[in-house]
């Protein structure tokens, strides 16, 4: 039987990704007989609160890939307006393709299946440099990251990143 697409072209992605690391993450497989979930060790950005940290998250795959984005869920803990208290994380790239039914986001903002895993995860990594208070996931981290950065969200955020070292 034959491999679908989509396992054709997460198992590409995937070979590009070991064979040329790109800085800031690295992925692998959860599983090696599974390419539909992925983990991703990602590196918190230099210069950003979160620098010095490794969060681990995983990427699940739908069959349909890239039809539709995958789904991605931080497995460390982290404090962050666009990844709600379970983990998941919320950026319009991760959205299904189409008209947002709340006029948030512009098609183009959403998934398109010329994204890839690279493209998600520096996605991700910007995410974490520069939040979007203003569609947040944590409404309560967003509140934080807007009226005490330097405080309360700071606090929060550095103790994600001790934990995150001892993980």
């Known amino acids: 039987m034959t491999e679908p697409r989509s396992a ?13 690391p790109v800085d800031g993450f690295s992925a692998g497989l959860i599983r090696d007989n599974d390419l539909y979930r ?15 940290g490794v969060f681990k998250a995983h990427l699940t795959f739908p069959k349909d890939y890239p039809l539709r984005p995958p789904k991605m869920k931080f497995i460390t803990d982290i404090w962050h307006p666009n990844v709600d208290k379970n983990g998941d994380v919320c950026i319009s790239i991760l959205h299904e393709p189409g ?13 398109l299946p010329i994204h890839t895993v690279e ?49």
């Open 8 to 20: 054709l072209l997460l198992r590409r992605q995937l070979t590009e990704l070991n064979k040329s």
């Open 119 to 167: 493209t998600i995860m520096i996605s991700v990594i910007s995410m974490l440099a520069d939040p979007n208070s203003d569609s947040p996931a944590n409404v309560d981290a967003a509140k934080e990251w807007r009226e005490d950065r330097d405080g309360e969200f700071k606090g929060k955020v550095a103790r994600c990143v001790r934990k995150s070292q001892d993980d």
């Open 99 to 111: 008209e947002d039914k709340y006029g948030y986001e512009k098609p183009e903002e959403r998934w």
């Open 38 to 52: 992925w983990e991703v060790m990602i590196i918190g950005p230099p210069d950003t609160l979160y620098e010095g």
